[in-house]
Structures are given as structure tokens and as C-alpha cells.
């Protein structure tokens, strides 16, 4: 099993920047998954944000968020980061980190262990 937990939601204004951790514990060693993050609005379907693999040699990003969002890991501490940059209300969701044995089931929407979310409201 492996737990996770994120860190770092809040309020920002359009524009502006946030970063989000996502801390890993359990029998499960983080290192040897790959993880990612996905995100849900209110009254929309959970989707896809960013993933790597466990190594950190490969980042994949969905469209909207490409070259504003970044995604790293520290396996040494066994921990996921997600640097979110100009930020826009449509990034307005509950994001969540994600791990699994393979980016390529991460960018299909699944995950074997998912964590319980932190909200991110971009507002004016």
C-alpha cells in the first residue's frame, strides 16, 4: 500500500502562481511508481494533468496545461511537486496526485493509489 497526501491549495488571483506537494508513505516504495496529477471541477468529469515516470527522466502534460504547469519528484524524500504558473479560473479544481505502474495508465485517467485532494480556486 502506499498512501498519499497533498499539500499546498489555496486561493490565487488569475495570473499568479501556486505549487503543489504531494507526500507519499507506506510499504510501497514511491520510487518505483510513476505518478502524476489529475484535477476535478465542480460538475466535471476527473482529468488528466501531468505525469512522470518513476525515474523522473519523462514528464507528459494535457494540452491545457502544457508550458505552464511543471511536474517533478524527489524520490529521496518521496515526494511529487506540481509548479502551476499563470494560472486561470478554468484551472479552478480539486487536484489530486495519482500513482500507478505506468504513466501510460496514468494518461489513460487510472490509478492505483489515488490521494484525498487539495482545492485550488483561481478567482478575480
Known amino acids: 500500500q502506499m498512501q498519499l497526501r497533498e499539500f499546498g491549495g489555496g486561493l490565487v488571483q488569475p495570473g499568479g502562481s501556486l505549487r503543489l506537494s504531494c507526500a507519499a508513505s507506506g510499504r510501497e516504495n514511491f520510487y518505483n511508481f510513476a505518478v502524476g496529477w489529475f484535477r476535478q471541477a465542480p460538475g466535471k468529469e476527473r482529468e488528466f494533468v501531468a505525469a512522470?515516470?518513476?525515474?523522473?527522466?519523462?514528464?507528459y502534460y494535457a494540452d491545457s496545461v502544457k508550458g505552464r504547469f511543471t511536474i517533478s519528484r524527489d524520490n529521496y524524500v518521496n515526494t511529487l511537486y506540481l509548479q502551476m504558473s499563470s494560472l486561470k479560473p478554468d484551472d479552478t479544481a480539486v487536484y489530486y496526485c495519482?500513482?500507478?505502474?505506468?504513466?501510460?495508465?496514468?494518461?489513460?485517467?487510472?490509478?492505483?493509489?489515488w490521494g484525498q485532494g487539495t482545492q485550488v480556486t483561481v478567482f478575480s
Open positions: 495519482a500513482g500507478s505502474s505506468s504513466t501510460t495508465y496514468l494518461r489513460a485517467n487510472s490509478a492505483n493509489y
Open positions: 512522470i515516470t518513476s525515474s523522473g527522466s519523462t514528464t
